[in-house]
């Protein structure tokens, strides 16, 4: 079983940043992919951005050059870095974690940016 902590949303400005955090912690062992997903009210959850354990990141259209996947494979933990913030970045940000086969999910934090 994994377990997944997520921290760092809330409330900014456009044109603002925010950077947020998800740690891991379980039986974990070898490959495994983590990333952001986002799910607006009334829309369908969608990738926002992923990161291998080998450091390969891919990322949605809609924040490619604004926000930035990084990680500590040693810990467990992803980060996402989202700068030039948009009111239509406005979303539950959710992590995932993928391993063995098997799709992990955070609580999710909320990211509200203001025009």
């Known amino acids: 079983q994994v377990q997944l902590v997520e921290s760092g949303g809330g409330l900014v400005q456009s044109g603002g940043s925010l950077r947020l955090s998800c740690a891991a912690s379980?039986?974990?062992?070898?490959?495994?992919?983590m990333g952001w997903y986002r799910q607006a009210p009334g829309k369908q959850r969608e990738l926002v951005a992923t990161?291998?354990?080998?450091?390969?990141?891919s990322y949605a259209n809609s924040v490619r050059g604004r926000f930035t996947i990084s990680g500590d494979n040693a810990k467990n933990t992803v980060f996402l870095q989202m700068n030039d913030l948009k009111p239509e970045d406005t979303a539950v940000y959710y992590c995932?974690?993928?391993?063995?086969?098997?799709?992990?999910w955070g609580q999710g934090t909320q990211v509200t940016v203001s025009s």
């Open positions: 990161r291998t354990t080998g450091g390969v990141t």
């Open positions: 379980g039986n974990i062992f070898g490959r495994y992919v």
């Open positions: 995932n974690f993928n391993f063995v086969g098997r799709n992990y």
